[in-house]
């Protein structure tokens, strides 16, 4: 285990900026103008805490340069509304797109920051008028809100999450079909027993929603993993002296070499 940083909240990684995109990815930055492919997705396409996210693993896989186009915080609002981020896909061979969760997106209920996407922003009037009961003054993140409503055990909730679903494939859908080049779509569903108050299984990605974004894919993959904090990889992650508590929470070494792995010989098929 090797400490980079004695702050919690920062990461260590390098961090940078393409053409017009507002998202800041992982670091160093690397040339446009040559082909690449294209790594689109959240935290654990970013890395954290780890040296050689899978990005990096797949690059010596296929003997291809692959950009991280890996952002924290990142969810569909993000990923689908970003203009730049847009374009630079458009400029690669392959695109690899983590899927992101149902949560970390504007809809009829609630605004998240457009970036970091695990900030609730506001209530609509929708949501207010749905909860009137509800203080939403003291929420500032999107997993609490949901606690929140989930805790009031009524069907108010499904209508909530029937929105977030479709919101998902239509916005998911409309950034597929701007993408030209062909797209992997990764879904990772990450094991996380630390959080089992939290029901992941109300908003996961379920089979139908992947089957209505198939026809804009080349390839879907599913993979289950787990964070390194339950697959006994924390002892090879990088990490600061009070980061623990967050790196217990990502994906490990071992795990990122897995996804490479599959990745590879998903567009190894593709381009036969």
């Known amino acids: 285990m090797s400490y980079q940083s004695i702050n919690a909240g920062c990461s260590a990684e390098p961090m940078c900026g393409y053409g017009a995109s507002k998202l800041r990815f992982r670091g160093p930055?690397?040339?446009?103008?040559?082909?690449?492919?294209?790594?689109?997705?959240?935290?654990?396409?970013?890395?954290?805490?780890?040296?050689?996210?899978?990005?990096?693993?797949?690059?010596?896989r296929l003997d291809r340069r692959c950009l991280n186009l890996g952002s924290l915080f990142c969810g569909v609002e993000a990923l689908t509304q970003d203009a730049g981020l847009l374009e630079i896909a458009n400029r690669a061979e392959i695109c690899v797109l983590q899927m992101p969760g149902l949560l970390g997106q504007s809809n009829r209920y609630y605004r998240v920051h457009p970036r970091r996407n695990d900030r609730f922003v506001a209530p609509t009037a929708d949501l207010v008028a749905l909860y009137p009961e509800e203080d939403f003054t003291d929420i500032h993140f999107v997993r609490h809100l949901l606690t929140r409503l989930w805790a009031r055990s009524d069907a108010r909730i499904e209508v909530v999450e029937q929105e977030l679903r479709r919101e998902w494939i239509e916005k998911i859908s409309t950034f597929l079909r701007q993408l030209s080049p062909p797209v992997v779509v990764l879904s990772l569903e990450v094991e996380d027993c630390a959080l089992e108050s939290f029901p992941h299984e109300r908003v996961s990605i379920d089979?139908?929603?992947?089957?209505?974004?198939?026809?804009?894919?080349?390839?879907?993959?599913?993979?289950?993993?787990?964070?390194?904090?339950?697959?006994?990889?924390?002892?090879?992650?990088?990490?600061?002296?009070?980061?623990?508590?967050?790196?217990?929470?990502?994906?490990?070494?071992?795990?990122?070499?897995?996804?490479?792995?599959?990745?590879?010989?998903?567009?190894?098929?593709?381009?036969?």
């Open 207 to 272: 089979t139908a929603m992947i089957d209505a974004i198939r026809p804009h894919c080349a390839a879907c993959l599913d993979l289950r993993v787990q964070v390194c904090g339950e697959s006994d990889e924390i002892e090879d992650m990088l990490f600061g002296t009070l980061q623990q508590p967050i790196a217990e929470h990502m994906i490990g070494p071992a795990t990122h070499r897995k996804i490479a792995e599959t990745l590879a010989r998903t567009i190894n098929d593709l381009c036969d």
């Open 29 to 60: 930055q690397r040339e446009l103008d040559r082909p690449f492919v294209a790594c689109l997705g959240g935290e654990e396409t970013f890395g954290r805490f780890v040296d050689s996210p899978f990005p990096k693993i797949l690059e010596r």
